[in-house]
Every structure is written in structure tokens, then in C-alpha cells.
């Protein structure tokens, strides 16, 4: 168990639509980074987050958009979805930028 | 730009083999991380290790080891008397500190320990 928890676990919806994503961190961790696995472009960093400010972005789409509140735990917000939004959302804490990561299991989205 | 390679798509070794998974990648930064993630077929992702551009001294923890050459640059990831535990696909990572300190990921080696 690596202290991450990722809610939820799996989520099924339909083109158009709007989700939440939720990840809390482990106990101390400030930074929270959230990360895309899908088969067509395979592990993708999306964006990081340290104590509540945003740090770095990476390949998030527009349509995609996250935040860190004050007691750490982060959400992602995934709209207008479409099929190719079918993934597998990670998320992973750690002390501070590039400081080992501890892992959520993950939440698989599908877009249908 | 950052680019990580990974030409090993996948790899199967008989337990026991020692095996080495090859990681070059492309940076316009002097000051970078470069780090391996774990996937095991349960899907979890497992951080093993980072290593910063300025510390070229390589790494042992256990069966594990890394060799990172900048003039080369390559990280590659040694894998001692493999075991079936060890089967997994392996990813390797860039992350710039001065351009934006996105991580950019290789497509991984997929690791099969044959028993």
C-alpha cells in the first residue's frame, strides 16, 4: 500500500461528459502529480502540483484542468470527453519535485 | 527537446539470467533527472530510482543496478539473477529542471521471466 488513494477506481460515462477525479496523497507529501496511460500514447505526464500552486504542465489537454486545495488532495477535471480520453488516470505524491513518488492504483476511465 | 528512447520492446530471459534494459534519451538542459518506474502485470506503478544529471556514479540497491553515461546518453537498468517477480514493463523517464521539469517517458520494455 503505498498511501495513495485514488477514488474512483473505475468510471464509465459517455462522450460529452464531465468527471472528477480525486487522489489524496500520502501524509506529508506536498507535491501531487496526475499522469495519463492509455495504449495509443502510453505514459503521459499531465501536470504537478506543490502545496497548492501549480508547478509544471505537461501533455494536458484543454479540456482537462486540476487543482490542489489546501489539505493537499488533488482532483482532476476531465470534460467534453471523448473516446480517446479512455485511460488509465495515475496519480503520485511525493516530499517535493522529483523526490521518489509513491503511486495511486489508479483510476480507469471509459469513454463510451 | 526531451525524448526517451527504450529500443528493447519487449525482453524474455530464463530466471536467474542477468539482464539489462537500455534507456538513451535527448535533453537541451545541462541539469536533469532521470529516473525508472516499474509496472508489474497488476498494473501498479512502482518509482525505483532518480538520478540527477550531475551525479554520474553508478547505483546498486540489491539485484538492481544503474549505468548512466552522459556522453552516451544512456541510463541503463541492470537486472542481476533475474526472477519471475521480476516481470514487468520497465519505463524510463526525463524530467528537465531548468525547461519546465515535465517528466517525459520512453514507451517501456516489457520484461518476461521465464521459469
Known amino acids: 500500500d503505498s498511501g495513495v488513494t485514488q477514488t474512483p477506481k473505475h468510471l464509465i460515462t459517455a462522450t460529452g461528459q464531465r468527471v472528477t477525479l480525486r487522489c489524496s496523497p500520502r501524509?506529508?507529501?506536498?507535491?501531487v502529480y496526475w499522469y495519463q496511460q492509455s495504449l495509443d500514447q502510453g505514459l503521459q505526464f499531465l501536470i504537478h502540483?506543490?502545496?497548492?500552486?501549480?508547478?509544471a504542465k505537461g501533455n494536458i489537454l484543454e479540456r482537462f484542468s486540476a487543482q490542489q486545495f489546501p489539505d493537499l488532495h488533488s482532483e482532476l477535471n476531465l470534460s467534453s470527453l471523448e473516446l480517446g480520453d479512455s485511460a488509465l488516470y495515475f496519480c503520485?505524491?511525493?516530499?517535493?519535485?522529483?523526490?521518489?513518488?509513491?503511486f495511486g492504483p489508479g483510476t480507469r476511465l471509459t469513454v463510451l | 527537446a526531451q525524448k526517451v528512447t527504450q529500443a528493447q520492446t519487449e525482453i524474455s530471459v530464463v530466471e536467474k539470467e542477468d539482464v539489462t534494459l537500455d534507456c538513451v534519451y535527448e535533453t537541451r538542459d545541462t541539469t536533469y533527472y532521470l529516473f525508472w518506474y516499474k509496472q508489474p502485470p497488476s498494473g501498479e506503478l512502482v518509482f525505483l530510482i532518480r538520478?540527477?544529471?550531475?551525479?554520474?556514479q553508478n547505483e546498486i540497491s540489491g539485484r538492481y543496478s544503474w549505468n548512466f553515461q552522459k556522453s552516451t546518453s544512456s541510463f541503463n537498468f541492470t537486472i542481476t539473477a533475474s526472477q519471475v517477480v521480476d516481470s514487468a514493463v520497465y519505463f524510463c523517464a526525463l524530467s528537465e529542471i531548468d525547461y519546465g521539469q515535465n517528466f517525459v517517458f520512453g514507451p517501456g520494455t516489457r520484461l518476461s521471466v521465464l521459469p
Open positions: 502540483y506543490y502545496n497548492g500552486e501549480e508547478r
Open positions: 501524509s506529508g507529501d506536498l507535491s
Open positions: 503520485a505524491s511525493s516530499v517535493g519535485w522529483a523526490d521518489t513518488q509513491y
Open positions: 538520478r540527477n544529471s550531475f551525479d554520474e
